[in-house]
Each structure stands twice: as structure tokens, then as C-alpha cells.
T-cell receptor
Framework: GQQVQQSPASLVLQEGENAELQCNFS?????LQWFYQSPGGSLVSLLS???GTKHTGRLTSTTVTKERRSSLHISSSQTTDSGTYLC???????????FGKGTHLHVLP | DPKIIQKPKYLVAVTGSEKILICEQY?????MYWYRQSAKKPLEFMFS???????DNQTASSRFQPQSSKKNHLDLQITALKPDDSATYFC?????????????FGHGTKLSVL
């Protein structure tokens, strides 16, 4: 089955610094989503990017489908960005979206 | 307004009892899912339904039974509860479950089994 590896496992930044999060997955994916999980536990879809580069606000995702990897760049981090970022590729078995363990981001004021 | 409603938000149960977790979505989606997240563990896929039919089941135990009475409902019945069942249970939905869709989550039901 699909295996998802996210790195780094945790990241501490000063406010204003940029963050680069990586996601590698083992099987072909036709969809790749990035989610944010708040410290309180709620899950929010940030963006979906099956291939290429996509921007939304301070977020940029680049997915290289053939190499089974995706990255999420967060520019000018803010304390409110603190939380866990989850990568979720999905592919031929679309009814089962598998999540990585996430990158725990802590942004210091 | 939350578009995926999960009830209750918190639930405390005793070992051996039975509980039903409620999920309703108002996004007009045809695919619904259950995920579980135990303390310090990643989100774990449990079930997926499309057009009220079970599509995938990754839960080994028959104590977990999804119930879909309407297209926009997918409840989760858990019987013979164990302390290991303590987790946050998330309901999610997508348009049809065909692979290129975005997944949307409810806020979760935090279950504690004593």
C-alpha cells in the first residue's frame, strides 16, 4: 500500500522565517493534498496539487509526480502557522487517502 | 457554518458499552469517510463510502460498523468499547471519491473509553 514519508518531523522557526516541508510517497498518485491540523485538532485542506507548482497566499507547493515527491513552502511564517502539516497522496484507489505522520511546525514570536 | 457536522464533539464511555458517532455533510458530496487519530499517531483510514455503498474497509474489527441511512449521513457504531478505542474520530467527504478531489473534514468526535 501507499507509504508516505514527511520531513522534517518537526521544525522550529522564528516568526518571519520561511519553512520548507517535504513529502515522499511510494506509489503513483493522481492527487496530492496538503492539510493543516491545528493544535486543537481541526483539519483544514490547504491546497491540492497533483503536479507542478501551485500558489495560494504564502503557500507554494511543488509536486514532481514521476519522482513521487511534493514540497510545501511557507513564506514569512507567523505564529498562527504553528501546527501540523500533513501530506496526503491518493491514486488508483481513490477511496482510501493515506496520510503521512506530518511535520510539526512551531513558530516563535 | 461548518459543512460537515459531527456529533457529539466529546464522548466518554465505559468499557464494554456501545456508542454511535454521528456525521452529516452539507456539501452535496457523494463520498464519505471515517478516519481515526489516536494520541501521537497519524490519521488512520477506516472506511470509505460512495453513494451509500462501502468502497473500502481498513478496520480489522467488526466492532466498528458504519451506517449510511441517507446519502449525506455516515454514522459510526462502535460496540464492546475498549480503552484502546480512545481516539478522535474524523468524518470526511469528497465529491465522488474518484481520486482527483479534495477531501474535507469535520471537527472530529473525541472518544474516551474508561
Amino acid at each position: 500500500g501507499q507509504q508516505v514519508q514527511q520531513s522534517p518531523a518537526s521544525l522550529v522557526l522564528q516568526e518571519g522565517e520561511n519553512a520548507e516541508l517535504q513529502c515522499n510517497f511510494s506509489s503513483t498518485a493522481t492527487q496530492l493534498q496538503w492539510f493543516y491540523q491545528s493544535p486543537g485538532g481541526s483539519l483544514v485542506s490547504l491546497l491540492s496539487n497533483p503536479s507542478g507548482t501551485k500558489h495560494t497566499g504564502r503557500l507554494t507547493s511543488t509536486t514532481v509526480t514521476k519522482e513521487r515527491r511534493s514540497s510545501l513552502h511557507i513564506s514569512s511564517s507567523q505564529t498562527t502557522d504553528s501546527g501540523t502539516y500533513l501530506c496526503a497522496p491518493s491514486g488508483t484507489n481513490a477511496y482510501k487517502v493515506i496520510f503521512g505522520k506530518g511535520t510539526h511546525l512551531h513558530v516563535l514570536p | 457554518d461548518p459543512k460537515i457536522i459531527q456529533k457529539p464533539k466529546y464522548l466518554v464511555a465505559v468499557t464494554g458499552s456501545e456508542k454511535i458517532l454521528i456525521c452529516e455533510q452539507y456539501l452535496g458530496h457523494n463520498a464519505m469517510y471515517w478516519y481515526r487519530q489516536s494520541a501521537k499517531k497519524p490519521l488512520e483510514f477506516m472506511f470509505s463510502y460512495s453513494y451509500q455503498k462501502l468502497m473500502d474497509n481498513q478496520t480489522a474489527s467488526s466492532r466498528f460498523q458504519p451506517q449510511s441511512s441517507k446519502k449525506n449521513h455516515l454514522d459510526l457504531q462502535i460496540t464492546a468499547l475498549k480503552p484502546d478505542d480512545s481516539a478522535t474520530y474524523f468524518c470526511a467527504s469528497s465529491q465522488d471519491g474518484t481520486g482527483n478531489e479534495r477531501l474535507f473534514f469535520g471537527h472530529g468526535t473525541k472518544l474516551s473509553v474508561l
